[in-house]
């Protein structure tokens, strides 16, 4: 027998094989009956309905949200709105229900099943109708939201009422006069002395950069601040806010709606900083990043200029999760340090913003070279601000502009005791291998 004769024999025996155990093994395969198939399809009806179901409700609580926070619950437009939206949601899901429990009795054998299967058209293409009729009015929502614009003139509280400005030197372009900074005398969480300052600061002369945190809701979020250290000066606070009205609380949700505009401060810390540490009570921490070169440091400086020349020429508006006082701080500090920063879920969670810096190298864990490294848990010890302000007397000897200067400069010292400031890297290779192994270390 040849070869090619013992393969096609071969094959020829599989096929037939296999055909055989597939016609005469028949008996072994359990072929499902009608009522398992009818009910595979109808689990997934119910499966599809309630996704439908859950996508309406949920658009519907988005849209009935969006016209809440912007017109207020006493508003006639709220409450037309609020009609329309639930009265077209309740005839669509009504219909919904009624076209399956229609398909449902259009399968069981009766005498009525042409009566049935009439209601059941008409059921769908009144349920076509309401669908078309919901998609429009919802679309016609969503444009609206979005058409609706951020305001510059509005009656601000007096924290947040002027805007940030600045000029450069025409000689030297690292002077930077600041018009607008902020340099309250706080009384108590609600009163306080107005005084809004010009201050000018040299950037040749950035000396570092530290993240303070401000917990008033828990352990998960915090207000971050950014502070830049000068050699010959003292610190300057930069803080994204919303822009409250008078008479204007803040609300999580409320953020979502476009309800707030984005606002920047340029600060003292003793204003900014005590605030929150004394008048309001809040627990805030102070944390110097390290392993950074001047120029990343002046880069980062720089966005916030860029930032504020944005906001004056366009409002904006503030979000809670996409466009917040922390996020849009590392959306402008990675576009400086790139892979340095990667990404992380700690972005959206503030209050674990500390310990995203300690595991990625920028919070140094062994600050103190030949010493006990610290933790995460020495760090928050250690960056406590409240203990160290709780004497402070935020209007004691406030009697000229050099006092309170003298003042600023005294408190600016006392928040950062027994925490070494990191010095800068010489070089980018020096910076990204230390911060590597800081991060390798705090594993």
């Given at each position: 027998?040849?070869?090619?004769?013992?393969?096609?024999?071969?094959?020829?025996?599989?096929?037939?094989?296999?055909?055989?155990?597939?016609?005469?093994?028949?008996?072994?395969?359990?072929?499902?009956?009608?009522?398992?198939?009818?009910?595979?399809?109808?689990?997934?009806?119910?499966?599809?309905?309630?996704?439908?179901?859950?996508?309406?409700?949920?658009?519907?609580?988005?849209?009935?949200?969006?016209?809440?926070?912007?017109?207020?619950?006493?508003?006639?437009?709220?409450?037309?709105?609020?009609?329309?939206?639930?009265?077209?949601?309740?005839?669509?899901?009504?219909?919904?229900?009624?076209?399956?429990?229609?398909k449902q009795l259009h399968d069981k054998p009766s005498t009525s099943n042409t009566n049935l299967t009439k209601k059941a058209i008409r059921k769908k293409s009144a349920s076509k109708w309401l669908a078309g009729l919901y998609v429009v009015t919802w679309c016609i929502g969503v444009g609206w939201f979005f058409s609706i614009e951020a305001e510059q003139d509005r009656d601000w509280m007096p924290e947040v009422s002027q805007q940030l400005?600045?000029?450069?030197?025409?000689?030297?372009?690292?002077?930077?006069?600041?018009?607008?900074?902020?340099?309250?005398?706080?009384?108590?969480?609600?009163?306080?002395?107005?005084?809004?300052?010009?201050?000018?600061?040299?950037?040749?002369?950035?000396?570092?950069?530290?993240?303070?945190?401000?917990?008033?809701?828990?352990?998960?979020?915090?207000?971050?601040?950014?502070?830049?250290?000068?050699?010959?000066?003292?610190?300057?606070?930069?803080?994204?806010?919303?822009?409250?009205?008078?008479?204007?609380?803040?609300?999580?949700?409320?953020?979502?709606?476009?309800?707030?505009?984005?606002?920047?401060?340029?600060?003292?810390?003793?204003?900014?900083?005590?605030?929150?540490?004394?008048?309001?009570?809040?627990?805030v921490y102070l944390f110097p990043i390290s392993h950074l070169q001047q120029h990343e440091i002046k880069a980062l400086f720089e966005s916030y200029l860029t930032a504020a020349d944005d906001l004056n020429a366009q409002a904006a508006w503030y979000n809670t999760l996409i466009s917040n006082c922390t996020n849009i701080i590392f959306y402008m500090a990675r576009m400086i340090s790139g892979d340095r920063l990667p990404w992380d879920y700690?972005?959206?969670?503030?209050?674990?913003?500390?310990?995203?810096?300690?595991?990625?190298?920028?919070?140094?864990?062994?600050?103190?070279?030949?010493?006990?490294?610290?933790?995460?848990?020495?760090?928050?010890?250690?960056?406590?601000?409240?203990?160290?302000?709780?004497?402070?007397?935020?209007?004691?000897?406030?009697?000229?502009?050099?006092?309170?200067?003298?003042?600023?400069?005294?408190?600016?010292?006392?928040?950062?005791?027994?925490?070494?400031?990191?010095?800068?890297?010489?070089?980018?290779?020096?910076?990204?291998?230390?911060?590597?192994?800081?991060?390798?270390?705090?594993?």
């Amino acid at each position: 027998m040849s070869l090619r004769s013992f393969f096609s024999r071969l094959l020829t025996s599989r096929s037939l094989g296999r055909r055989s155990d597939s016609e005469g093994g028949t008996h072994n395969i359990k072929k499902s009956t009608p009522e398992e198939e009818n009910k595979k399809v109808s689990w997934r009806h119910y499966l599809l309905q309630l996704f439908i179901a859950s996508i309406l409700l949920l658009s519907a609580l988005w849209l009935l949200l969006a016209v809440w926070y912007q017109y207020g619950a006493g508003s006639i437009i709220t409450w037309l709105s609020a009609i329309v939206i639930i009265g077209l949601l309740t005839a669509l899901l009504s219909s919904r229900y009624w076209m399956t429990v229609a398909k449902q009795l259009h399968d069981k054998p009766s005498t009525s099943n042409t009566n049935l299967t009439k209601k059941a058209i008409r059921k769908k293409s009144a349920s076509k109708w309401l669908a078309g009729l919901y998609v429009v009015t919802w679309c016609i929502g969503v444009g609206w939201f979005f058409s609706i614009e951020a305001e510059q003139d509005r009656d601000w509280m007096p924290e947040v009422s002027q805007q940030l400005s600045y000029t450069r030197d025409a000689t030297n372009p690292d002077l930077v006069t600041f018009s607008n900074v902020r340099n309250f005398d706080w009384h108590t969480d609600a009163e306080a002395t107005e005084r809004w300052d010009t201050r000018t600061v040299d950037m040749s002369k950035l000396s570092g950069v530290d993240v303070t945190n401000s917990y008033w809701m828990g352990p998960l979020i915090a207000h971050t601040l950014v502070s830049f250290r000068f050699e010959d000066d003292r610190p300057l606070a930069f803080s994204f806010e919303i822009r409250k009205e008078q008479g204007e609380d803040f609300s999580a949700l409320a953020g979502f709606f476009r309800r707030y505009e984005l606002s920047l401060i340029a600060a003292e810390e003793r204003d900014i900083i005590y605030t929150r540490s004394n008048a309001r009570g809040e627990q805030v921490y102070l944390f110097p990043i390290s392993h950074l070169q001047q120029h990343e440091i002046k880069a980062l400086f720089e966005s916030y200029l860029t930032a504020a020349d944005d906001l004056n020429a366009q409002a904006a508006w503030y979000n809670t999760l996409i466009s917040n006082c922390t996020n849009i701080i590392f959306y402008m500090a990675r576009m400086i340090s790139g892979d340095r920063l990667p990404w992380d879920y700690r972005i959206w969670v503030s209050g674990w913003l500390p310990n995203y810096l300690y595991d990625v190298g920028m919070l140094d864990p062994n600050p103190i070279k030949d010493r006990q490294p610290w933790s995460i848990d020495t760090w928050y010890k250690r960056a406590h601000i409240n203990p160290k302000v709780l004497e402070f007397d935020n209007l004691t000897h406030l009697n000229s502009d050099t006092d309170r200067h003298k003042f600023n400069h005294e408190f600016s010292e006392q928040i950062r005791q027994g925490i070494p400031m990191p010095p800068l890297a010489d070089s980018q290779p020096a910076a990204e291998k230390n911060a590597h192994s800081a991060a390798q270390e705090s594993d």
